[in-house]
């Protein structure tokens, strides 16, 4: 069974900065991985999705990366704002036709 | 258009009420899905449809009852709810129910009393 994880699980920096979100799923036989953020009792909007034979998808200040043989990807943000504020989820969709998501990381920008 | 709308974003309802959730997709996607998800947690699967048929049932309680009357329509039936059973309700559609980005509505909040 897929579990997907999300280190870490709250994140505080100030605006600017750089920084990058990880995820790491312990079945490597998956058909994509998504990138989805949730802002508070919203539901969720995709960011990006990366797929299985891609190594990264970028759009705007993110990049996504993916390396299914060690089972990781991060997500990277560049420029960090303080509308980047919310929570990020990463979700593996393999065999069993539906995404495992991880618990998210509540990511906050300080001005 | 790239939205899944969700009604109503809020519903109270009463432990022997029926209710419906309704969403609705208009990108002529072909695969509609229904999420729980409680607070401070992941999203969980709890159904698929795929051209219009039924394909996962995560082993959902049969007080949840869903229906797809066509391609762009996807309702939740709610009778007999229990307080667990409140939460933030999530639709989402995609192009095909593999390797497709999945784009989420806002949800529907709901409380049972």
């Known amino acids: 069974k897929q579990e997907v994880t999300q280190i870490p699980a709250a994140l505080s920096v100030p605006e600017g900065e750089n920084l990058v979100l990880n995820c790491s799923f312990t079945?490597?036989?998956?058909?994509?991985l998504q990138w989805f953020r949730q802002d508070p009792g919203k539901g969720l909007t995709s960011l990006l999705l990366?797929?299985?034979?891609?190594r990264e998808q970028t759009s705007g200040r993110l990049n996504a990366s993916l390396d299914k043989s060690s089972g990781r990807s991060t997500l990277y943000i560049a420029a960090s704002q303080p509308g980047d504020s919310a929570t990020y989820l990463c979700?593996?969709?393999?065999?069993?036709?539906?995404?495992?998501f991880g618990s998210g990381t509540q990511l906050t920008v300080l001005p | 258009d790239t939205e899944v709308t969700q009604t109503p974003k809020h519903l109270v309802m009463g432990m022997t009420n029926k209710k419906s959730l309704k969403c609705e997709q208009h990108?002529?996607?072909?695969?509609m899905y229904w999420y729980k998800q409680k607070a401070k947690k992941p999203p969980e699967l709890m159904f698929v449809?795929?051209?219009?048929?039924?394909?996962i049932n995560e082993s959902v309680p049969s007080r949840f009852s869903p229906e797809c009357p066509n391609s762009s329509l996807l309702n939740l039936h709610l009778h007999a709810l229990q307080p667990e059973d409140s939460a933030l309700y999530l639709c989402?559609?995609?192009?095909?129910?593999?390797?497709?980005?999945?784009?989420f509505g806002p949800g529907t909040r709901l409380l049972v009393l």
């Open positions: 989402a559609s995609s192009q095909g129910e593999l390797a497709e980005t999945q784009y």
């Open positions: 079945d490597s036989a998956i058909y994509n």
């Open positions: 990366i797929q299985s034979s891609q």
């Open positions: 979700a593996a969709s393999g065999s069993a036709r539906q995404l495992t």
């Open positions: 990108m002529g996607h072909r695969a």
């Open positions: 449809y795929s051209y219009e048929k039924l394909s």
